[in-house]
């Protein structure tokens, strides 16, 4: 009786090991069949990305289908273009016995203008070209004072302008034998036609001492603008005509020595 239950108790033994053995076995053809599906299906989300991708190099046109590509920008070369020529009856060119002079020379043109002319004669002009406020330009002479010593003289001359924001001046100028002395100015500051004038005559009188030498003057446009000169002369007047010298002294001065000889002052 002993024998059987052995026997017995090692065939359930033998059953149940073999149940576990068949459970187990189960369980990881389970989870295999589960990574196989997981990893089918990771598959196959690449195989329609490859397909997607695939679809769009389709639908992208070619290197010979592409348009050109823009060429790259270059950098301008300035080229010495050469400026426009000027108006018929124009000469952009100080004439003869004139010169060009100023504060800024390159913002101004000057030359003669036939078509704005006064008298049945071409007009000097002086004109400002670029960005010139606070400068001015025009054109000038220096001659010998030899032949108005001693003498009062009126510089004249008819003067139009177009747009000038400070002004058309004539001016004046005596200089001594000695470099750098001036003896009488007037260059119309305060008075000059300013914006746009028709002809008008202008006049600067000065007296020229027996020591001068030299004798300078011109015309100039102040800051920006344009104007015109015509009918200039030279001219002695007499005493009556009064001077428009702007190196005057004060008023105030007196006009004779005073005290020369120290005279105490008188209670």
Do not use: C
Not at 6 to 27: K, P
Not at 39 to 60: G, K, N, V
Not at 226 to 255: E, F, H, Q, R, S
């Amino acid at each position: 009786m002993s024998k059987v239950r052995v026997v017995t108790g090692i065939a359930i033994v033998a059953l149940l090991g073999s149940a576990i053995y068949e459970h187990n076995r189960a369980a990881g053809l389970q989870v295999t069949l589960a990574s196989l599906r997981e990893q089918q299906t990771d598959s196959h989300q690449q195989l329609l990305a490859l397909q997607r991708d695939l679809a769009e190099l389709r639908r992208r046109p070619t290197a010979a289908e592409r348009p050109a590509a823009a060429a790259a920008p270059t950098t301008a070369v300035k080229e010495n273009v050469p400026p426009p020529p000027p108006p018929p009856g124009v000469t952009p060119k100080a004439p003869k016995g004139w010169f060009k002079n100023g504060s800024a020379n390159d913002l101004y043109e000057v030359g003669v203008d036939e078509n704005n002319s006064w008298g049945g004669m071409p007009s000097a002009y002086a004109k400002s070209t670029g960005a010139a406020d606070g400068k001015f330009g025009g054109m000038m002479q220096t001659i010998s004072a030899e032949a108005f010593r001693n003498q009062r003289v009126r510089l004249t001359g008819w003067v139009k302008t177009e747009d000038a924001t400070n002004g058309g001046h004539l001016w004046l100028r005596i200089d001594g034998q000695e470099p750098g002395r001036q003896l009488g100015f007037d260059n119309m500051n305060g008075r000059a036609p300013k914006g746009t004038t028709d002809w008008q005559e202008h006049s600067i009188v000065l007296d020229v001492p027996s020591d001068a030498g030299r004798v300078n003057y011109g015309f100039f446009v102040s800051g920006q603008g344009k104007m015109w000169v015509n009918g200039v002369t030279i001219t002695p007047v007499g005493a009556d005509v009064p001077t428009t010298n702007m190196m005057k002294p004060p008023a105030d001065l007196p006009k004779t020595p005073v005290n020369l000889g120290f005279s105490p002052p008188k209670d």
